[in-house]
């Protein structure tokens, strides 16, 4: 057997496998030996059929099977002694101008293209900055989060007229082009949050109304042809949803409005526990509180995005890209050409961040220990368990959560990829300069947007 490389370029190679007889034919005469024992053919017993009759019947599907497999060890055993580092998967190279026998005498010679990883160096130092923000709770943050907990706590009423933030209990029906119910059209019956209609003047619209009260609703206005939105009120499909161009009769069924819970002993022991708040002060101050962990949560998710793209335009290196849309498209064949391209950019830019993540891991000896796994296993477990019940798991229950969790192989990458990718980012921010500043919330929700 004879493999060779032939580069192209630097991030280009084709690896050529020439397989004489002698390679092969010990495999396939042990897998036919193999085969005959187990097969089971009428006018044979059980283990006795010979070997020549399973080579006539399926020998060169044996001969096929075995040199894949020749071919797949091969290979594989070639980048790794040559420690080349690949991307994607190596590309088999059709050529139609050779024809083998397949007879158990052929010599075959099989040529892979391969895309190879390029050479670049991580200088990351204190003059690269990268701004972090701290995110100031202002009143208008702290009002609405107020308002908002008052309201999912408060009573139901009934007004006799509808006002801003109110929820219309209505009927709704398609209109056709002479302002006429559209015999067959969509007909749904169901709320209407007013603070969710988008446009100004619709919503003015849907204020001062009253049971019985009829107008007309541009859906497509009122929610800015968000089609997710007008599938909830009109209850049908976002495709369908999509295309609708009539205007709607809105007859009011019912007014619902959700009153603010009063600030008081109560309301503050529901939020909580038993006597933890105990004024109005102390329940700011826990609102508060509870907006800061938020904020820090956002501001660091924003540091890491910031990071990562910061990154990956910095150290600038080439991709085999033609290599790899080539092996996009094999390994999807039914993606287009137009996905495959507008989706390239985006694959190219997680795969540079993946190679810079992979050499900061690998210049700096950074390790990930099964317990860095487990215990970020835990913490999401934890959080997910903490967004159904306010009690946390007993830590010995959580634990075995977390190993049943981490015996699935996809749960077991995706947090291992998890940590790693957490690691590059605390390697980082370690290197480089982190230029702290001071934002209110809605500034800084403008900047997220």
Do not use: C
């Amino acid at each position: 057997m004879n493999i060779s490389q032939e580069k192209k370029d630097n991030l280009n190679a084709v690896i050529k496998i020439n397989i004489d007889p002698a390679d092969y034919q010990p495999r396939v005469e042990k897998a036919i030996k193999d085969q005959a024992k187990k097969a089971k053919i009428p006018g044979f017993r059980p283990g006795m059929v010979p070997a020549a009759h399973i080579k006539r019947m399926y020998g060169k599907s044996i001969l096929v099977d075995e040199i894949n497999n020749l071919l797949s060890d091969t290979l594989n055993n070639y980048l790794n002694e040559q420690q080349l580092e690949v991307l994607g998967q190596p590309l088999p190279q059709m050529d139609d101008s050779k024809e083998y026998n397949w007879d158990f005498a052929d010599n075959f010679e099989f040529n892979y293209e391969v895309g190879l990883a390029p050479d670049f160096a991580i200088d990351f130092s204190s003059k690269d900055k990268v701004t972090q923000y701290e995110i100031k709770v202002d009143d208008e943050t702290l009002d609405a989060r107020i308002k908002n907990l008052r309201k999912s706590y408060g009573k139901m009423s009934n007004p006799d007229v509808s006002a801003d933030d109110d929820v219309l209990y209505a009927e709704l029906k398609q209109l056709s082009p002479d302002g006429s119910v559209f015999e067959g059209g969509i007909e749904h019956t169901g709320s209407i949050r007013l603070d969710q209609v988008q446009d100004a003047k619709v919503k003015k619209s849907l204020i001062g109304l009253k049971k019985g009260d009829v107008v007309t609703l541009d859906v497509q206005k009122a929610y800015n042809k968000d089609a997710a939105k007008i599938a909830g009120v009109l209850g049908i499909d976002e495709e369908t949803a999509a295309e609708v161009k009539s205007n709607f009769s809105l007859t009011v069924k019912n007014v619902n409005r959700l009153d603010e819970a009063d600030l008081n002993q109560e309301f503050f022991d529901k939020l909580f526990g038993e006597g933890v708040v105990t004024d109005e002060a102390g329940f700011k101050a826990k609102v508060t509180e509870e907006i800061e962990m938020m904020m820090a949560q956002d501001s660091e998710r924003k540091l890491q995005n910031d990071i990562y793209n910061y990154a990956v335009n910095k150290i600038n290196f080439e991709l085999p890209d033609e290599f790899l849309k080539r092996w996009l498209k094999a390994t999807n064949e039914k993606i287009s050409e137009e996905e495959l391209e507008g989706g390239y950019n985006d694959f190219a830019k997680n795969l540079k961040w993946t190679l810079i993540g992979n050499k900061i891991m690998k210049d700096n000896d950074i390790k990930i220990e099964y317990s860095d796994v487990f215990e970020m296993a835990k913490a999401r477990l934890d959080a997910q368990f903490r967004m159904y019940s306010p009690q946390p798991l007993a830590e010995d229950q959580l634990a075995q959560y977390t190993v049943q969790f981490l015996q699935n192989k996809e749960n077991a990458n995706r947090i291992f990829d998890e940590v790693k990718g957490a690691k590059v980012i605390d390697y980082i921010k370690n290197v480089i300069t982190l230029d702290k500043k001071a934002i209110t919330h809605t500034e800084f929700s403008k900047l997220s947007a």
